[in-house]
């Protein structure tokens, strides 16, 4: 019987035993404080904004108080709402009407790459519209990106967590990518791990124009971490953390649109690979559902309870990191089920022809 508990046991072992420690939240930012006075001329805030009323005036607020002469350019794609007449209250902020969806390209990136002809700057920030930065994150980042040689700086949100759903699920977000790609090895010249968070970006931007900006990712939906490989391969140097300080306004709350934020891109994730997405049903398998079985068998309790307790305390550092209780760490099976069954969600949804669905856009599987 020990094949109910070996597995899940090699996999939180390992996880906690590995080098590049995958579970810690030591690469991390936090804002310096105020820094009003912070010369920002070097840099152009890329923001593409699609329908973002609700929360594009807090967004450009929060880039008013990170110092001066910092130029924001807000592209706005196609919005039918009041995105435009929003951004355009703010002084220093340029609003540039988006051009319809080119053949090939996805919303975000086809955005951006029209911003991207108007940035003279040597720094672009590419952030996105339902991103605040608390005051004095921009000089952080410039002062990691001084320290570390970095010359692509991204930094994960911190997920709003206003319920039982979000608490369940969006810490684990977090953890699950960090496992996916360790931010250890991707900070690293290590060339096979690239991570990035696209919701907060700072890029040199000679380095952009080197890999040919956006137009070389202009199909892809996991833009982020394609754009940090793209940049790591051209020989520059990736950086990737954790921040408090970079607060995303868009509001979950339930499991529904959780659901959709995760399902419209994990099977993407897979590469639309059937096969890989059966390997990681038996990884979860293995790691989450037989252990909890292999309790009840005598023989291995001891070691399926060792498991378990690895698996939580894998966990305790990013529950902590964001200031939740350790007991939410009991719940992760139920909590990777969940993962698992959105990727599965996202491959029913590819089969059926629907690769991606955003901001009323659909993008076929045929593309």
């Not at 590995?18 to 991390?28: G, I, L, M, Q, V």
């Not at 001329?41 to 001066?68: K, M």
């Not at 968070?197 to 900006?213: D, M, N, P, W, Y």
Request: with cysteine; charged share 15%; glycine share 6%.
């Amino acid at each position: 019987m020990l094949w109910l508990a070996v597995p899940a046991a090699v996999i939180w072992f390992g996880v906690l035993l590995a080098p590049w420690r995958p579970w810690s939240t030591r690469e991390r930012i936090e804002p310096l404080g105020d820094a009003a006075d912070v010369d920002c001329s070097d840099i152009t805030v890329l923001i593409p904004a699609r329908n973002e009323a609700d929360v594009i005036a807090q967004t450009l607020a929060s880039l008013q108080r990170q110092g001066r002469d910092l130029r924001v350019i807000v592209i706005d794609d196609q919005s039918e709402d009041d995105t435009a007449a929003i951004a355009c209250r703010f002084p220093n902020v340029e609003v540039l009407a988006g051009a319809p969806l080119a053949a090939g390209w996805a919303g975000k990136l086809w955005a951006l790459e029209q911003g991207r002809g108007r940035v003279t700057s040597p720094l672009t920030l590419l952030l996105d519209a339902d991103i605040a930065l608390q005051p004095g994150m921009l000089a952080a980042l410039l002062k990691q990106r001084a320290a570390s040689g970095a010359h692509f700086i991204s930094l994960m949100a911190d997920l709003r967590r206003t319920s039982f759903w979000d608490r369940l699920l969006l810490p684990a977000f977090v953890y699950f990518f960090k496992l996916l790609y360790p931010f250890h090895l991707s900070n690293s010249r290590f060339p096979y791990v690239a991570a990035a968070a696209g919701g907060c970006v700072l890029v040199e931007t000679s380095a952009l124009q080197k890999i040919g900006a956006f137009a070389s990712l202009r199909g892809a939906l996991i833009d982020d971490c394609m754009l940090a490989r793209q940049i790591k391969r051209a020989g520059f140097r990736t950086w990737t953390g954790m921040s408090r300080g970079v607060i995303s306004l868009r509001p979950y709350g339930s499991l529904q649109s959780i659901h959709q934020m995760v399902a419209r891109s994990a099977f993407t994730q897979l590469g639309y690979s059937t096969a890989l997405l059966l390997l990681v049903t038996a990884i979860f398998a293995a790691a989450y559902w037989l252990p909890l079985f292999a309790l009840t068998v005598p023989a291995v309790t001891a070691l399926a309870a060792a498991a378990l307790i690895a698996m939580m305390l894998g966990y305790w550092p990013t529950l902590r990191y964001y200031e939740l209780s350790p007991a939410w760490a009991l719940l992760l099976p139920l909590t990777g089920t969940l993962y698992l069954g959105m990727t599965w969600s996202s491959a029913i949804s590819y089969w059926r022809g629907v690769r991606s669905r955003w901001k009323n856009r659909t993008y076929d599987a045929a593309s």
